[in-house]
């Protein structure tokens, strides 16, 4: 069983950049499917991004974060990142990122099975 630690939030202004890591432990990192979810105060968890357990893996994003974010995969460092340029205050949310067995990714949170603990992105404006 898989565990998920995130680091790499914090404030920022509105057009900056950051950088989130997801570091994995307990299982074969290479053997997941992973994605970032994120959820803003009042409402649902979202789909971000999604790579399959190949960092050669086609990528998924959202259409609000595509061409800003980029979601890429260590699998010798097991960790997952997602780098986030142009930021913008409706980026604010708590990020989070979701790992599932096997190759297939999901745009749906349900499909998930093991989670960080999030960590939260605030945008100024």
């Known amino acids: 069983q898989v565990q998920l630690v995130e680091s790499g939030g914090g404030l920022v202004q509105a057009g900056g950049s950051l950088r989130l890591a997801c570091a994995a432990s307990g299982g074969t990192f290479s053997n997941y499917a992973m994605a970032w979810f994120r959820q803003a105060p009042g409402k649902e968890r979202e789909f971000v991004a999604a790579?399959?357990?190949?960092?050669?893996?086609?990528?998924y994003y959202a259409d609000s974060v595509k061409g800003r974010f980029t979601i890429s995969r260590d699998n010798a460092k097991n960790t997952l990142y997602l780098q986030m340029n142009s930021l913008k205050p409706e980026d604010t949310a708590v990020c989070t990122c979701?790992?599932?067995?096997?190759?297939?990714?999901?745009?749906?949170?349900?499909?998930?099975?093991?989670w960080g603990q999030g960590t939260q992105v605030t945008v100024s404006s």
């Open positions: 979701a790992a599932v067995d096997g190759g297939t990714v999901y745009r749906a949170p349900d499909m998930y099975h093991y």
């Open positions: 790579i399959g357990r190949s960092s050669s893996s086609y990528k």
